[in-house]
């Protein structure tokens, strides 16, 4: 852990000190900034290895901050720690490619073990012993590079992502429970790890539409299940 090093980017002084004091009693390294434009510099010079970021930030806001990054790095954690809690910016977290949406008001100690969480998600994807590589229809997957190919088209995976696809993976042709995948790699049910949920099952279905062949059907009710006709 105290070689975990995480980049903060928060406007609000006290709320910053807070965390950083927080965090960096629990072993982490920390570099705290106040608006987007110095955290997108501190992250191309500092590599952190989580991200977290306030989305109503000065210069440049924390959704701005996290598309840039996302384009050329796929793989950094992002949690979002904000007070927009509308539905649609949830969701437009989870489409820019964060790892969790952390609301305020919030208690140091469900951030940490959010942290905590993510960061063992990434470790145990880094650590993962068993067979990687997957053939779904005309496509390969590729878990420790977090890439999806198709002859047309390569895509590089977000974390939770390559977490997703490779759950469906496993029970390839078998439906799987929206609670199971939401508790193992949210570790809670409700209404926004939900919504969320549904936001990569739409980018997932993007990425393989290039086969007709695959399928991620919806069953209501219950979750979903990958297909693939061939």
Not at 5 to 18: A, H, R, T
Not at 79 to 108: H, N, R, W
Not at 204 to 229: A, M, N, P, Q, T
Request: hydrophobic fraction near 35%; charged fraction near 30%; aromatic fraction near 10%.
């Amino acid at each position: 852990m105290k070689d975990t090093k995480i980049l903060l980017v928060e406007d609000d002084k006290s709320l910053n000190y807070l965390i950083e004091e927080s965090l960096e009693s629990e072993g982490y390294s920390l570099v705290s900034v106040a608006d987007g434009m110095e955290g997108y510099d501190a992250y191309y010079s500092g590599k952190p290895d989580l991200i977290i970021l306030d989305i109503m930030l000065p210069k440049l806001d924390g959704f701005s901050l996290a598309r840039k990054i996302r384009i050329s790095d796929k793989s950094t954690p992002i949690i979002f720690l904000t007070a927009k809690e509308q539905k649609k910016d949830i969701v437009e977290g989870f489409k820019i490619g964060c790892d969790d949406y952390v609301l305020k008001p919030f208690s140091l100690e469900e951030l940490y073990l959010r942290i905590v969480a993510v960061l063992r998600r990434v470790k145990n994807q880094l650590n993962n012993s068993e067979n990687n590589d997957y053939s779904i229809g005309e496509y390969k997957f590729l878990v420790n590079r977090r890439a999806l190919t198709h002859p047309k088209e390569a895509f590089e995976l977000t974390t939770r992502e390559t977490d997703v696809l490779q759950y469906l993976c496993r029970n390839l042709n078998e439906r799987v429970s929206r609670e199971d995948i939401l508790i193992q790699f949210w570790e809670r049910s409700d209404i926004y790890t939900s919504r969320s949920l549904d936001v990569f099952i739409s980018k997932l279905r993007k990425y393989l539409s290039h086969d007709d062949s695959i399928k991620i059907e919806s069953i209501r009710g219950y979750g979903f299940k990958l297909l693939v006709l061939k």
